[in-house]
């Protein structure tokens, strides 16, 4: 229901002691009356004394002056409608000349304070506050049962006006503007007049996840329209007409427009305030302009919405802040919704090979602290092919309730040392995000994902002894993605010889098997030898199975309540070698571990073998095994059935010693593409390590091929391990003969594919780092490595990266100001021009403005009337005019009208600014002046292959007067005011080789 009014908060305020208590029969119960005076409800006395009354003396009178004797605490607890504890002081005044008495703190954590004072006749103030939250006049003690007095104070809010801040849940949020598509103004402290909540969307246009959930967050806002504002933020420097396009799906990602909700930009500034770092961001503003809710991350469902709505417009809504929107939305459990696994009778006929047992029993998770959590199996089909089917895929089970889920199968088989299980599955599910898993005896034994195309048979297992086993058939699926059937089907559970595997299988093995009688050793120990070659153990012999520790998971024979991992054990105890602290060199293989292709696991070199060694004697958990081999009971291997492959090193390419080798291409610009890296699941630190040596040295070029947007880095070993890359790719270079054909082509910022150009010092190791911009990408990148010579001058942008705040180097705080990044241009008064190091500056005139905030070249601006800056303009790709108005300093747009083409049509007028010489003056129609630079000052190509006239052609080499009308441009279609903001248009050369000093440019 929409509100006219906001909803006045009604505060409870307890009892106030104001006097001495006069003698009362049992029955008698007090209150506080209007004016605070402590009164008797049934004999209706005033049980506080004036200074003229009697007393007693059963109180503790002190001789009838009226003046109660004796020391009390009092305690004072502030805290919000939801609880959330205030850091404030309470001054104790006298009811009697209203003079302050003391003062009590209360603290940030309870929101309570204490202190003793006389008892007497006192009323509370409430101190400072933080913003939006409102204290009433007067409180008051009550007495407790103890005989202590207590004041629980519940403050109410209001949105109040000011700068952003840090915000955490349960602040008041401060009042914000934004300028809406479609014309309009958003302000939160008017839709709070109307709603009964605001979702306040912090997305960009190229977002993935923000896309994902929009067609979801969009038709929510539809079904609360009358209860919920809904405002979608972008404050990530996308333009005003960008987000138009985005906001009236120019794109095609929704089904329709995004009519329902509010949609405009903002400073980078009210999304810092919230310091998650990601995007989307979703925050919840209750009625009373409360923050009660901030989820990070994409919401690709409709129900984590409505839930959300739901309880923020509820008639009978209370109060309450939460971590996530999984508090708002509650598992259901599976036998609620229907969901059982049918009889085994049915099962088996399905899940039975011709060599199983008749005898045995499929069933559910029965274990009484899982059975509500997992789904079953049921009875289904797949192409034509009766098979059991996971009950939690998005056919069966529509719920979208945001949450992971799980389902599960058990059978008891009975096997002979040598004999192995088959199975039939079909999995068609998202790669890298669900999984199908086969536990034998609870451990992890098989694990598959992706979308398949058709059945296909696995032999998950192969026992070493005669032994009856639990295998365990477990469907893990996430919310992100929907892929395929989004389930795994099964069928023909079988047991055939070992040696009839006919498919590529790897068996993991425990390194340690059969614990001793009194628990402080094993009966067998895998045989390990370490490989010089490759720098590896290996299980029997130099070339046989890897080795493996287990460095994330829980360790394997610690059965106590207080499982662990190696690294969390770490985390918290560190770990020595000989007396030395070793965690920071010991968590790099934690990250090696994470990143593994088997999840948790990382092959053991012998440094981590120094780490194993020392752990098996520091952790006391599990089996306390002291011989030399103890450290084995962390380590595992897989045994390699039909195929004589062993596995490969699951960490390969992920550290300085496991990384691949590139290759570099013989000939230049030969469009081969050696390299290659494939993505299947997220890793992070982001990324695949090729290690590279030039015997010769040299600038070396580093080209990518690809359609997805990709990421660039090249280390050597210590700035790997530091974080700090020699050189992150930025896509600088303006023009590149990647043909090397006299054909030049734009290297662009933000193009798809990397191209980093560096200087390779003779005979050292380096390692170049290639990835996916977006760490959800899947997929193969490929890459060329080709030397451009000793030396190499590249022309480079002189400013790649996005507007920015600038960051107090001392205490790291953000200083909202605007900074362009980049160069820092120095002007030479000698010759009149602007320099970078030994560089002029030059302005590209004919080649489409790299920073987006224009789509033309600065010739086709100039054509458009860009450069007349007597009215503020944007031009779209068609020539024709938008009006975007100019902002004073209150944020109000300076609206002017003038008759153009016998059209009025609106304009806003930057009426003074600063010119080069920082005198006022107004600013002018620059069109004629900047077409005389074009026509007698742009660089011509003199036709030498990588002259500095070939590279600049098309280029002005930018004086005061050149500056001065580039800054007026980016002023006028970007962030006003930014120092230097004109070096995005910019390029410089930049010299590349063993010199330090560069050529003269």
């Known amino acids: 229901m929409r509100k006219k009014t906001v909803i006045a908060l009604l505060l409870v305020f307890a009892i106030i002691l104001t006097g001495m208590l006069v003698a009362c029969n049992d029955e008698c119960t007090e209150h506080v009356d209007a004016d605070g005076n402590l009164v008797c409800d049934n004999c209706e006395a005033d049980m506080n004394l004036d200074n003229g009354g009697n007393d007693d003396g059963n109180n503790g009178g002190n001789g009838g002056n009226g003046t109660p004797s004796g020391k009390a605490v009092h305690t004072i607890t502030v805290k919000s409608m939801a609880g959330k504890p205030i850091k404030t002081t309470a001054f104790i005044m006298s009811a009697a000349d ?38 009433e006049a007067k409180y008051y003690f009550q007495k407790s049962v103890s005989g202590a007095y207590v004041a629980d104070v519940v403050l109410s809010t209001e949105v109040v006006s000011g700068t952003h801040k840090n915000y955490s849940l349960g602040d008041v949020m401060k009042d914000f503007t934004v300028n809406t598509v479609g014309g309009g103004t958003f302000k939160l402290s008017e839709a709070l007049k109307e709603y009964d909540g605001v979702l306040l969307n912090f997305f960009y246009t190229t977002c993935s996840p923000c896309i994902s959930e929009f067609p979801y967050l969009n038709e929510a806002a539809g079904m609360y329209k009358d209860d919920i504002a809904v405002i979608c933020v972008d404050t990530n420097g996308d333009t005003f007409s960008q987000v138009e396009s985005f906001y009236n799906n120019t794109s095609g990602y929704f089904d329709g427009p995004l009519s329902n909700l509010q ?66 939305t509650p598992k259901q459990k599976p036998a609620e919704l229907g969901y059982v696994q049918p009889a085994n009778s049915v099962v088996a006929p399905i899940m039975n090979g011709a060599n199983m047992s008749a005898d045995v029993v499929y069933y559910p998770e029965n274990e009484a602290a899982d059975a509500d959590n997992y789904w079953p199996f049921y009875v289904g089909e797949k192409d034509g092919e009766a098979c059991m089917v996971s009950t939690n895929n998005k056919t069966i089970n529509q719920r979208d309730d945001n949450y992971n889920t799980v389902a599960a199968m058990h059978v008891n088989v009975a096997l002979q040392a040598g004999q192995a299980l088959s199975l039939d599955y079909y999995c068609s599910t998202e790669r890298g ?58 069928k023909d559970l079988d047991i055939v010889n070992a040696s009839a595997i006919d498919k590529e299988t790897y068996i993991p093995r425990n390194a340690v098997s059969n614990p001793t009688e009194y628990n402080d050793g094993y009966q067998n120990y895998a045989e390990v030898v370490f490989n010089a070659e490759d720098g590896y153990y290996h299980v029997g012999t130099e070339n046989g199975p890897l080795l493996l520790a ?18 969390l054990y770490t985390y918290e105890n560190g770990i020595e070698v000989n007396g030395v602290e070793k965690y920071d060199r010991f968590v790099n293989f934690c990250s090696y571990a994470s990143n593994s292709e088997i999840g948790g696991y990382c092959t053991v070199n012998e440094e981590l073998k120094t780490y ?21 009971r962390f380590c595992r291997y897989y ?65 990518s091929t690809g359609t997805a947007e990709v990421d660039g880095w090249i280390f050597d070993e210590e700035t790997f391990y530091t974080k700090e890359a020699l050189l992150t790719a930025d896509h600088v270079e303006r023009l590149t003969d990647t043909n090397c054909d006299g054909e030049y082509t734009q290297i662009e910022y933000g193009s798809a594919n990397v191209c980093m150009n560096y200087y390779f010092e003779p005979g050292k190791e380096y390692f170049i780092d290639i990835a996916y911009y977006d760490t959800t990408q899947t997929g193969t990148i490929n890459f060329k490595i080709e030397r451009l010579g000793d030396t190499y001058t590249q022309f480079r942008y002189a400013s790649p990266t996005p507007f920015t705040y600038y960051i107090n180097p001392e205490t790291g705080e953000e200083v909202f100001d605007l900074i362009a990044g980049g160069v820092t241009p120095v002007y030479n008064a000698d010759d009149g021009y602007y320099y970078v190091g030994d560089s002029k500056l030059y302005v590209d005139i004919t080649l489409p403005i790299i920073t987006g905030f224009l789509s033309d070249s600065i010739q086709s601006a100039v054509e458009k009337g860009a450069f007349n800056f007597t009215r503020m303009a944007d031009f779209a790709d068609d020539g024709t005019m938008t009006y975007i108005p100019t902002i004073d300093s209150q944020g109000n747009p300076i609206v002017d009208t003038e008759i153009i083409d016998g059209q009025e049509v609106k304009t806003a007028r930057i009426l003074r600014v600063k010119d080069a010489e920082d005198n006022d003056t107004e600013i002018k129609d620059y069109t004629a002046k900047m077409q005389e630079y074009i026509d007698t000052k742009m660089i011509v190509s003199d036709g030498v292959y990588g002259s ?46 063993p010199e330090t000093a560069s050529e003269e440019a």
């Open 98 to 135: 209203d003079s302050i008495v003391g003062y009590i703190a209360t603290d940030e954590t309870t929101g309570s304070g204490s202190k003793e004072f006389n008892v007497g006749n006192y009323y509370i103030e409430i101190g400072s506050l933080p913003d939006g939250y409102v204290a």
């Open 263 to 328: 949609m405009g930009i903002h400073d980078i500034g009210l999304f810092s305030a919230f310091a998650t770092g990601g995007y989307p961001t979703s925050v919840m503003i209750d009625r009373y302009g409360v923050i009660c809710l901030i989820e990070v991350g994409g919401l690709p469902y409709l129900y984590p919405f409505t839930a959300m709505f739901d309880y923020f417009s509820a008639d009978d809504y209370t109060q309450k802040l939460f971590e996530s929107v999984e508090e708002l």
């Open 433 to 490: 995000g669900d999984y199908f898993y086969v536990l034998v005896d609870g451990e992890l034994i098989y694990t598959i994902s992706g979308e398949g195309t058709e059945w296909e048979k696995c032999y998950p297992f192969v026992a070493t002894r005669d032994d009856t086993y639990k295998i365990s058939f477990v469907y893990n699926k996430d919310t992100d993605t929907d892929s395929g059937d989004d389930c795994v089907y099964l």
């Open 550 to 567: 287990n460095l994330m998971n829980y360790i394997v024979d610690d059965n106590s309540a207080d499982k662990t991992s190696l690294y």
């Open 612 to 632: 194993l060694v020392a752990l098996n004697t520091l952790y006391k958990g599990g089996v306390m095994d002291e011989s030399a081999n103890g450290w084995l």
């Open 639 to 703: 045994d390699a059935y039909g195929t004589t492959n062993e596995l490969e090193d699951p960490i390969a390419g992920l550290s300085p010693f496991s990384a691949y080798k590139a290759v570099a291409n013989e000939t230049l610009g030969e469009e081969v593409y050696p390299n290659s890296v494939t993505y299947k699941t997220i890793i992070m630190p982001r990324g695949k390590l090729f290690s590279f040596t030039s015997a010769e040295g040299g600038v070396y070029r580093i080209l």
């Open 948 to 993: 500095h006239d070939t590279l600049a052609a098309g280029c002005i080499a930018v004086d005061k007067d050149m500056a001065v009308m580039l800054q007026y441009l980016v002023d006028n279609h970007s962030f006003r005011g930014v120092p230097n903001s004109w070096t995005k248009l910019c390029y410089y050369f930049e010299y590349l080789g």
